[in-house]
């Protein structure tokens, strides 16, 4: 099973203020990788495919960098809403697999 | 507009079993795989279940196997999975999720589409 270890568990920062998240497998997952916003009482929201493809309706302010084992996810400027906590998630092999999570809170 | 509607979770005993349902609406269901991810409160995600477009080829976490059947019903745009011998930690936010890429040839993507969750409970 790929393990997905999100770094870090925390970011406390400011709106305006860019955010870059972490996501390490634990083997290649080429860019098979997906990036994910959660709400409290939400479901998650698609933001990055395959790495560095951003879904849908989401904001150039989202934007998804690496491939094999390393992976970030940057916010340029945080909006409010953008507080949030995400997830990383892996398709290159199964079983599917999810980071633990990284929490972007409002310092 | 695109949606899928979980329903069918509840308060069940230890060992019980549950069907949940996932009707969808807005695309074309039978061209999409689509998978079961559940969510224990205030902890991370985890993917249970998947099925291709036809039905023909299902994938299952392994603390599921043998206990857990996802299926689904073209006709009726609704995905299912069939929850048996119910533990305690399995309690959880259910969540039925579409893959992205559709008619891809098992290349499915990532989630991009999800519902809004229901809640399994396993207690006695």
């Known amino acids: 099973e790929v393990v997905l270890t999100q770094s870090p568990a925390t970011l406390s920062l400011s709106p305006g203020e860019s955010a870059t998240l972490s996501c390490r497998a634990s083997q290649s997952v080429g860019s098979y990788l997906g990036w994910y916003q959660q709400k409290p009482g939400q479901a998650p929201r698609l933001l990055i495919y395959d790495a560095s493809n951003r879904a849908t309706g989401i904001p150039a302010r989202f934007s998804g960098s690496g491939s094999g084992t390393d992976f970030a996810l940057t916010i340029s400027s945080l909006e409010p809403e953008d507080f949030a906590v995400y997830f990383c998630q892996q398709r290159s092999h199964w079983p599917l697999t999810f980071g633990g999570g990284t929490n972007v809170e409002i310092k | 507009e695109v949606q899928l509607l979980e329903s069918g979770g509840g308060l069940v005993q230890p060992g019980g079993s549950l069907r949940l349902s996932c009707a969808a609406s807005?695309?074309?269901?039978?061209?999409?795989?689509m998978s079961w991810v559940r969510q224990v409160p205030g902890k991370g995600l985890e993917w249970v279940s998947s099925i291709s477009e036809s039905g023909t080829s299902t994938y299952y976490t392994d603390s599921v196997k043998g206990r857990f059947t996802i299926s689904r019903d073209n006709s009726k745009n609704t995905l299912y999975v069939q929850m048996n011998s119910l533990r305690a930690e399995e309690t959880a936010v259910y969540y039925c999720?579409?893959?992205?890429?559709?008619?891809?040839?098992?290349?499915?993507?990532?989630?991009?589409?999800w519902g809004q969750g229901t809640v399994v409970t396993v207690s006695s």
């Open positions: 807005g695309f074309t269901f039978s061209s999409c795989a």
């Open positions: 999720a579409k893959f992205i890429f559709c008619e891809s040839n098992g290349r499915w993507g990532a989630f991009d589409i």
